[in-house]
């Protein structure tokens, strides 16, 4: 995987939100030039918007392979298997092939691609479409040091990016990926208490979400643990304690975690199918 990003070139089977989203981040690193990215669909509805970027784009997915060195699959996972018995000839030892399908191990991977390809699987979430997302990643048993540090310096650019066990690539999902939406109904049950008492549901929207964009960003930038956040705001028979009560008698943390464990749960079974 070469370093210069006039002589990197990377291909895209796929052209949906996530593969968008990973490319407009790419693009923000400078390493990768809008000519050397090559993305194949079947169709053109997807399409146009990559073009734009002025990236090259193709219906063939072996073109795909044929151009590109580092390839990334953002297809849907089912899809994943014939897309690579498609292009499996076309795979060579040079090149890296990266997996952003959910369910989909290494070892599959490895099965369905050419001896000793190299491989990466790695788990994205959808605010990496606004480059803040989460991004964890693991290698198959051939991918080297350079294209994984390659790889994180290109994904970092969409939020933050880590490499991990593969058994952490599902509870990933179950805290991250699926994670947004928990965060979403949040947001919208915060919004929705403010307009229960007479505040405007434009402003109940726009504080809801500048209230959860501090409070993450503050975990980020202090290093301090929520539970120690948390206890910052509140005051011996204030507001937030009386609200926090709430909180725990409607069992908020146990159903949290409850969500995050049958999320995690459900992405083990789907590896296993």
Do not use: W
């Not at 000519?35 to 997807?46: E, G, K, Y």
């Not at 909180?247 to 079974?269: D, F, I």
């Amino acid at each position: 995987m070469e370093d210069g990003g006039s002589a990197l070139t990377v291909g895209f089977v796929g052209a949906g939100k996530m593969a968008y989203g990973i490319l407009a981040g790419m693009l923000r690193t400078g390493k990768i030039l809008p000519q050397n990215i090559l993305v194949s669909a079947p169709s053109d509805r997807n399409l146009g918007k990559f073009r734009d970027h002025g990236c090259r784009t193709t219906h063939s997915n072996v073109t795909v392979l044929k151009d590109c060195k580092v390839v990334i699959l953002a297809t849907k996972p089912h899809i994943v298997p014939g897309v690579l018995k498609e292009v499996s000839s076309s795979v060579t030892k040079e090149h890296t092939v990266v997996s952003l399908a959910a369910g989909i191990t290494l070892e599959t991977l490895e099965m369905l691609l050419p001896p000793e390809t190299s491989v990466v699987r790695v788990m994205p979430n959808l605010p990496c479409v606004v480059q803040a997302g989460a991004v964890v990643f693991c290698r198959g048993r051939y991918a080297g040091d350079q294209q994984t540090t390659l790889l994180k310096t290109l994904m970092s650019a969409c939020g933050l990016c880590e490499e991990v066990p593969e058994s952490y690539i599902d509870i990933h999902t179950g805290l991250s990926g699926s994670g947004v939406a928990y965060v979403y109904t949040f947001a919208e049950a915060l919004m929705d208490g403010a307009i229960k008492m007479g505040m405007t549901s434009d402003l109940a929207n726009r504080i809801a979400a500048q209230t959860l964009l501090g409070a993450a960003k503050m975990i980020l930038e202090t290093g301090d643990h929520p539970a120690k956040l948390r206890n910052d705001v509140c005051t011996p028979g204030g507001t937030t304690i009386y609200a926090l009560h709430e909180l725990e008698k409607g069992g908020l943390r146990a159903t949290v975690m409850n969500a995050v464990e049958a999320a995690t749960s459900r992405a083990r079974e789907m590896g296993k199918q």
